[in-house]
């Protein structure tokens, strides 16, 4: 069965600092990959997305994220975060037939301190 | 403005009062879905919709129902509701399926407590 693991709950950093989460994922097939952020009181907007090709994929708000298959990871960076990333971070895992089914993670939290 | 809304944003009723979360999207979307926020949980799917007349059951469909008689419009429906189903509710439409290719566009959320 699908499943996405984000084992960070909560996280803090600096302003200008450098950020990775983490996202594993558990799916047969070929995973289609995303992270969405979610602001405080706000819905979820999609940072980025991986179907097939480049394993490194670029995203809005200078996020990227690199797919591993042997890792069955999908981490989310950002060489320097500013204080408007902090918000709640999901991964999720595209799956079922016609990937009508989308599965999220738990979400870790991030908090940017000055 | 492209955007999905939803209605109420704020809603506290009582456990076995039926009620109606609407959703309506203005992008001509044929996909649609709800989710549902618990804390700890994440986000899980609840319904999806392909198209007019079409839907099918996500992770967590028990207690709700939804109807999609108009592409723009895809209402979820909570017949009994129990305090179970005290959370925080998602609409978001796509041109294609939720997990495929094309971009979700989520409203901004329902709040809904059932005592």
């Known amino acids: 069965a699908q499943s996405v693991t984000q084992p960070d709950i909560h996280i803090t950093v600096s302003e200008g600092a450098s950020l990775e989460l983490r996202c594993n994922y558990s799916?047969?097939?070929?995973?289609?990959l995303f992270w969405y952020v979610q602001s405080p009181g706000q819905g979820l907007q999609l940072l980025l997305k991986y179907f097939s090709g480049d394993t490194l994929v670029q995203g809005i708000k200078g996020f990227e994220a690199e797919f591993k298959r042997s890792q069955s990871s999908f981490n989310l960076r950002k060489p320097s975060v500013h204080w408007s990333d902090a918000a709640e971070y999901f991964c999720?895992?595209?799956?079922?037939?016609?990937?009508?089914?989308?599965?999220f993670g738990t979400g870790t939290r991030l908090t940017v301190i000055p | 403005e492209a955007q999905v809304t939803q209605n109420p944003r704020y809603l506290i009723t009582v456990t076995g009062k039926k009620l109606t979360v609407t959703c309506s999207q203005n992008m001509n979307h044929e996909y649609m879905s709800w989710y549902r926020q618990d804390p700890g949980l994440g986000l899980r799917q609840i319904y999806y919709s392909m198209n007019v007349e079409v839907t099918d059951k996500g992770d967590v469909p028990e207690g709700y129902k939804v109807s999609r008689k108009e592409k723009r419009n895809f209402p979820l429906i909570l017949e009994s509701p129990s305090p179970n189903q005290t959370s925080l509710y998602f609409c978001?439409?796509?041109?294609?399926?939720?997990?495929?290719?094309?971009?979700?566009?989520f409203g901004p959320g329902t709040r809904l407590t059932v005592t």
């Open positions: 999720a895992v595209g799956a079922g037939p016609g990937a009508n089914n989308l599965f």
């Open positions: 978001a439409s796509s041109f294609g399926p939720a997990g495929g290719r094309y971009e979700q566009y």
């Open positions: 799916y047969g097939a070929t995973p289609y």
